[in-house]
């Protein structure tokens, strides 16, 4: 028996909300009546909790793929302990302080998934770095979205790709004759205006051979359609083409500067060719290697005996030659083949 009115100011707070004091004093006797302690756990046990669900939270960061589902994960068992703690308490009088535990919980998988971003970021970092060696930027971030195909590649595939071979003609006679520093700026400003427009028609390079260039088209993607064929063909002559005009205004540029003008040789191909990552335990490259190469390197080669600066095969003329002016050039039996080769120069558009 006891005051419950509010002018007594007999008003007690408590965990579970306001009570008139003699209501608390109540609920005390009745607890002691049937004997419905709270009981804690033992110390040990609150121990083993935090380091189990530390040792949880670490195996979920590093062994679940999703980084959604982790975070998800992570969340839902804050909110479910919360729900346990109070299941314990209302129904068994059990008090579990899992403020700790459940900080520890918490605590471990956002530094393991800050950790996991962290390292992804430097990877795609180190990843994007490598393939700009090879890749226009546009091309490195697609393949950034779904780099699984640049790995496959990597191990060896087989791809229909377009390449393209070009080479300074006279070169090795001009090195004897010309200041090294001035060879060197001049070959420099040359490739670089070389790759510039292959990185413009979304190629790639594939590599340096002096100041021979080797650009490729298609090493990366599946097996494609004749629609991405003749797409390919007509970026890799539109780029041959581009070459062409810019060495002109090169050309025109060095001769003002008392430097000797340079011509080139430029073979367009397309076939099939093995692509990889390719070399030794000390250095690889990637690469592709196969007839097609081979083909595409003797045609480069053939434009010294036919008086031009550009031959294509004909599986490339096929698909290009609704958008640009071709002229045969010769039935040619080439090395290593069996059958003769028709191959073409490009006018122009």
């Given at each position: 028996?006891?005051?419950?009115?509010?002018?007594?100011?007999?008003?007690?707070?408590?965990?579970?909300?306001?009570?008139?004091?003699?209501?608390?004093?109540?609920?005390?006797?009745?607890?002691?009546?049937?004997?419905?302690?709270?009981?804690?756990?033992?110390?040990?046990?609150?121990?083993?909790?935090?380091?189990?669900?530390?040792?949880?939270?670490?195996?979920?960061?590093?062994?679940?793929?999703?980084?959604?589902?982790?975070?998800?994960?992570?969340?839902?068992?804050?909110?479910?302990?919360?729900?346990?703690?109070?299941?314990?308490?209302?129904?068994?009088?059990?008090?579990?302080?899992?403020?700790?535990?459940?900080?520890?919980?918490?605590?471990?998988?956002?530094?393991?998934?800050?950790?996991?971003?962290?390292?992804?970021?430097?990877?795609?970092?180190?990843?994007?770095?490598?393939?700009?060696?090879?890749?226009?930027?546009?091309?490195?971030?697609?393949?950034?979205?779904?780099?699984?195909?640049?790995?496959?590649?990597?191990?060896?595939?087989?791809?229909?790709?377009?390449?393209?071979?070009?080479?300074?003609?006279?070169?090795?006679?001009?090195?004897?004759?010309?200041?090294?520093?001035?060879?060197?700026?001049?070959?420099?400003?040359?490739?670089?205006?070389?790759?510039?427009?292959?990185?413009?028609?979304?190629?790639?390079?594939?590599?340096?051979?002096?100041?021979?260039?080797?650009?490729?088209?298609?090493?990366?993607?599946?097996?494609?359609?004749?629609?991405?064929?003749?797409?390919?063909?007509?970026?890799?002559?539109?780029?041959?083409?581009?070459?062409?005009?810019?060495?002109?205004?090169?050309n025109l540029d060095w001769q003002s500067r008392g430097m000797e003008a340079l011509a080139f040789g430029i073979g367009v191909h397309q076939?099939?060719?093995?692509?990889?990552?390719?070399?030794?335990?000390?250095?690889?490259?990637?690469?592709?290697?196969?007839?097609?190469?081979?083909?595409?390197?003797?045609?480069?080669?053939a434009t010294k005996q036919y008086g031009v600066d550009l031959l294509i095969s004909d599986v490339v003329r096929q698909r290009v030659a609704?958008?640009?002016?071709?002229?045969?050039?010769?039935?040619?039996?080439?090395?290593?083949?069996?059958?003769?080769?028709?191959?073409?120069?490009?006018?122009?558009?």
């Amino acid at each position: 028996i006891g005051p419950a009115s509010r002018q007594s100011q007999d008003i007690k707070k408590t965990s579970i909300g306001t009570l008139f004091g003699v209501q608390l004093h109540a609920h005390t006797l009745a607890a002691l009546k049937r004997g419905d302690f709270l009981n804690y756990p033992a110390l040990k046990w609150r121990m083993a909790l935090l380091f189990a669900l530390i040792l949880a939270a670490a195996f979920l960061v590093f062994l679940w793929p999703s980084p959604m589902i982790c975070m998800g994960t992570l969340i839902g068992g804050v909110f479910m302990g919360r729900v346990v703690q109070l299941l314990a308490f209302n129904h068994l009088s059990l008090v579990l302080p899992l403020a700790v535990p459940l900080t520890g919980w918490a605590f471990t998988g956002f530094i393991g998934l800050t950790y996991d971003f962290l390292m992804e970021r430097k990877q795609k970092q180190a990843f994007y770095r490598a393939i700009t060696r090879y890749f226009s930027a546009d091309m490195s971030a697609e393949i950034l979205k779904d780099p699984d195909d640049y790995y496959k590649a990597l191990k060896g595939a087989s791809r229909t790709i377009t390449l393209i071979f070009s080479d300074v003609r006279g070169f090795t006679s001009m090195s004897e004759s010309a200041e090294p520093a001035d060879l060197v700026r001049q070959l420099n400003e040359y490739l670089d205006a070389m790759v510039r427009i292959v990185y413009r028609h979304r190629g790639s390079i594939d590599k340096f051979i002096g100041d021979a260039v080797m650009a490729v088209w298609g090493r990366l993607r599946p097996p494609s359609d004749e629609k991405t064929l003749v797409e390919e063909a007509t970026a890799a002559v539109s780029a041959a083409i581009d070459m062409r005009e810019e060495l002109v205004v090169l050309n025109l540029d060095w001769q003002s500067r008392g430097m000797e003008a340079l011509a080139f040789g430029i073979g367009v191909h397309q076939g099939d060719a093995i692509v990889g990552d390719i070399g030794s335990s000390q250095r690889t490259e990637f690469t592709a290697i196969g007839d097609t190469v081979n083909s595409a390197s003797r045609l480069e080669s053939a434009t010294k005996q036919y008086g031009v600066d550009l031959l294509i095969s004909d599986v490339v003329r096929q698909r290009v030659a609704d958008q640009f002016i071709c002229r045969t050039a010769d039935l040619v039996k080439v090395k290593g083949k069996t059958h003769p080769m028709e191959i073409f120069t490009v006018i122009g558009r």
